[in-house]
């Protein structure tokens, strides 16, 4: 469980592509932290640290990850958002996150503000239901506030700190994110369609 609130970033320093799977060696301040079989949130998706090299560690990406996030498009030199899981024993300053992406979505749109940032993304209209106005949703790893919702797209609002210490800041239009839906909004869903 994780709560969308970036630690730091990472840089890609190496990709491995071994039959369908992908191994990703990960640089960042907190890598040499982590232990072996941690699970770690890297722009939302929750994988296992496999080993730990000087300030990198090295996770992989199976084909169903793979199939359903944007790491398939992964490259040496991206920067990617980290999260260490939730400790029970502190605060849930975001919302409750399982490192399971659901779906990608598409930026489309950009605006600068005085001093903050509005980002609107499209997405696959089957997941209309999953959305409201002022919900919460996971974009690369990093917990948002969703407005102006539609069936197929929605916008977030960066304030300065969450810009400046996410990769939110290296979004431009046309580039894909991963994107989870807010879990307790996933079971009421379920539920409400087994009721009708």
Known sequence: MFTGIIETMGIIKEVISTGTNRTFWIESPISAAFSIDQSISHNGVCLTVEEI??????VTAIDET??????????QGISVNIERC?????????????????ATATCTK??????????????????????????????????LTLFNVTNNSFAVA?????????NMQFLKEKDEVNIEFDMVGKYVNRFMQFKS
């Open 86 to 102: 939730l400790q029970m024993n502190g605060r849930l300053d975001g919302h409750i996150v399982q490192g399971h992406v659901d």
């Open 53 to 58: 090299k000087n300030n990198q560690h090295r």
């Open 66 to 75: 793979l199939a359903k996030t944007n790491l398939k498009s992964w490259e």
């Open 110 to 143: 950009v605006v600068t503000k005085n001093g903050s940032w509005e980002y609107t993304f499209t997405m696959d209209e089957k997941f209309a239901t999953l959305i409201i106005e002022k919900g919460s949703i996971t974009i690369n790893g990093t917990s």
């Open 158 to 166: 960066i304030i300065p700190y969450t810009y400046e210490h996410t």
